[in-house]
């Protein structure tokens, strides 16, 4: 899976808010944004005001950041809503919030969500009892899911849930007993969606 491996403060700040993709760093002063809210670069005061086509693609950037999806996921995800009764930029985010890797994150049980994409990979999680390495793999309600029971999957889990900033979301349930694991108790809804967007500018640009 590919994703962004630059200094993610830069993109935070270039975004003008923060996408938390290296974990909680964004949560703490470390965070770019926090110590020097301006552009990078030399001609820091100097920003070029959008224009109405990349305002709408700064919103579909930011979305497919938070998430880490490449265009080709991210344009098979707006397909899949668009053809779903609904909302289709809400049923979009439910899609995403719903993806193994984010909910291992959203859990605490990954630090990141690029951590948690390598924890899945790895072997280290289960859903429904059955190991899983596919981090795309789209949850369901009622879904369990659990942290592989070895010596290493387990430090590494409460390592990262002792470290856990912010709370679960109502969507999901963590257990949090010897072996660590959460349910999907319901669709994620907008209300579950940490990140500020307008989907609305989503849709119309991936509807032309």
Do not use: W
């Not at 962004?4 to 993109?11: E, F, M, S, T």
């Not at 005061?45 to 990349?54: E, H, I």
């Not at 693609?57 to 950041?65: C, D, F, G, N, S």
């Not at 909910?103 to 924890?119: C, E, P, Y």
Request: glycine share 8%; with cysteine.
């Amino acid at each position: 899976m590919a994703r962004y491996n630059g200094p993610v403060c830069r993109l935070c700040r270039r975004d003008g808010l923060k996408l938390f993709l290296k974990g909680s760093r964004c949560d703490t002063p470390k965070c770019a944004i926090e110590r020097r809210d301006v552009p990078p670069g030399m001609n820091q005061t100097r920003r070029a005001k959008l224009t109405d086509y990349g305002i709408h693609l700064r919103e579909k950037q930011k979305l497919k950041h938070y998430f880490g999806v490449l265009e080709r996921q991210f344009r098979g995800y707006f397909q899949r809503a668009s053809r779903s009764k609904g909302n289709t930029g809400n049923t979009l985010l439910s899609l995403l919030e719903r993806r193994l890797d984010n909910v291992v994150h959203r859990l605490g049980i990954g630090q990141s969500r690029a951590q948690a994409r390598q924890m899945i990979t790895h072997g280290h999680i289960t859903v429904n009892g059955k190991y899983c390495n596919v981090p795309s793999y789209s949850l369901r309600v009622g879904d369990v899911i659990r942290v592989k029971n070895t010596a290493k999957s387990l430090q590494l889990a409460q390592a990262n849930l002792s470290a856990r900033r912010g709370s679960v979301p109502d969507f999901l349930s963590l257990v949090d007993g010897g072996i660590p694991e959460g349910h999907v108790m319901r669709l994620p809804d907008e209300h579950d969606f940490s990140l500020p967007v307008q989907t609305q500018l989503i849709v119309e640009m991936c509807s032309r």
